[in-house]
C-alpha cells in the first residue's frame, strides 16, 4: 500500500500588534506598522513550497496576518475558531491582575482559569485542530496563522518537553514554525525570527 505523501504545515505566529496599555484583552489588538512589515517580508521571503490554503485563528491580528499570505499567494483563507488563541480570563482586565492567573496556568497547566480553559486543554485543542487540516492537505504545504502561547504547547509536545512560558515567550512575532504530518507529526524546524 502507498504511503500518502506528508502535509507541510507552516505554523506562523501572528504580526506584531499595538499593545493596549490598560487591559488584558488582546482581542481586538491589530498589527502595529512594523507587523505589518514583519508579515510582508515573510511572504517575500516564504520558507518553503506556496501554500494551497491559509488558516487562521478568528482574531483581527491572526486575520491581518493571514490576509497579508492570501493576498500574496492568491489561496483560499479559511479561519478557525479552534486557533484561536488561549485566555486565562476575557474578561477586560487589568494587565498585573491578568498576568497573576497567566503565571499561575504555567506552573499548574492542567489548573482551569476563569477563561475555563487549562493550558492542557488549549493543547489538546490545537492539536485536534491541526490534525483536521493535515488530514485534508496530504502532498500540500498549508499555512496556519495563530499565536504564541497556542502554538507553545503544540510544538512543546512534538519536542518531548513540557510547554514553557520561557519557551512561548523565545516565539517571535511572525516568527515561523514548519512541522509535518504523515503517520505521525514531526517537527521540521522550530520557531524562527522573520527574515
Not at 499570505?69 to 486557533?83: G, I, Y
Not at 485566555?87 to 498585573?96: E, H, K
Not at 507553545?152 to 520561557?166: I, M, N, Y
Request: a negative charge.
Amino acid at each position: 500500500m502507498l504511503q500518502e505523501p506528508d502535509a507541510i504545515v507552516v505554523l506562523i505566529r501572528h504580526g506584531e500588534i499595538v499593545r493596549p496599555s490598560t487591559t488584558s484583552n488582546f482581542d481586538r489588538a491589530p498589527l502595529s506598522s512594523e507587523g505589518w512589515r514583519q508579515v510582508n517580508r515573510l511572504a517575500t521571503e516564504w520558507p518553503t513550497a506556496k501554500p494551497s490554503t491559509v488558516y487562521s485563528s478568528d482574531l483581527l491580528r491572526a486575520v491581518q496576518t493571514a490576509t497579508i499570505l492570501q493576498t500574496a499567494f492568491h489561496v483560499p483563507l479559511e479561519k478557525r475558531e479552534c486557533l484561536r488563541e488561549w485566555t486565562a480570563d476575557p474578561a477586560d482586565l487589568r494587565q498585573d491582575i491578568y498576568m497573576e492567573l497567566e503565571r499561575k496556568a504555567w506552573r499548574e497547566l492542567e489548573w482551569v482559569p476563569p477563561g475555563g480553559e487549562s493550558l492542557a486543554m488549549a493543547g489538546d485543542r490545537v492539536l485536534r485542530c491541526l490534525d483536521g487540516i493535515a488530514a485534508r492537505h496530504h502532498g500540500d504545504t498549508v499555512a496556519v496563522v495563530g499565536h504564541g502561547t497556542l502554538f507553545s504547547q503544540f510544538t512543546s509536545r512534538l519536542k518531548g518537553q513540557p510547554p514553557t512560558e520561557a519557551y512561548k515567550n523565545t516565539i517571535p512575532f511572525a516568527g515561523v514554525a514548519i512541522v509535518a504530518h504523515g503517520d505521525a507529526w514531526r517537527l521540521v524546524s522550530d520557531f524562527t525570527a522573520p527574515p
